[in-house]
């Protein structure tokens, strides 16, 4: 299975317990004004790879990493590849995250599905709540 990636960072101290092997998922469909990584907005950009060519690439850091986190973008809009990529980590004896708004969660049967086999192999969820007053939220973002 292929995902969209923006970029790696294979020292990641901030986005997790402990060091982590970050990966920026492509795709966003918010547009907050204060975003971190606005150059992850677009679905189509970044690098095409391989749930077994990111497994490689973090094989060899496994001696010092506690884990991965899956951030953006919004890591969620690419959920079949998170799940595989989750499931093959776990097989690693790493720990996995997921840094995500929520935004493109929906209750959709089949969705759901996919979030219940995402949290089987998700060991934590950073929640990152833009507002919870929806009159406000519409001040959070660029339209």
């Not at 986005?15 to 971190?36: S, T």
């Amino acid at each position: 299975m292929f995902g969209r990636v923006h970029s790696i960072e294979t020292f990641g101290t901030v986005d997790g317990p402990g060091i982590r092997y970050v990966i920026f998922m492509q795709g966003c469909p918010m547009r907050c004004l204060y975003c971190h990584n606005p150059d992850t907005w677009d679905i189509n950009s970044g690098t095409q790879m391989s749930v077994q060519e990111l497994v490689e690439d973090i094989s060899k850091y496994t001696r010092y990493i506690d884990g991965i986190t899956v951030s953006g973008g919004e890591p969620l809009l690419q959920i079949d590849f998170l799940i595989e990529l989750f499931s093959e980590v776990k097989k690693m004896g790493l720990t996995t995250c997921i840094d995500t708004s929520g935004i493109v969660y929906n209750e959709n049967l089949d969705f759901a599905k996919k979030m219940e086999k995402l949290i089987d192999v998700c060991d934590l969820i950073l929640l990152d709540i833009k507002h919870i007053n929806n009159d406000k939220l519409l001040f959070v973002f660029l339209y």
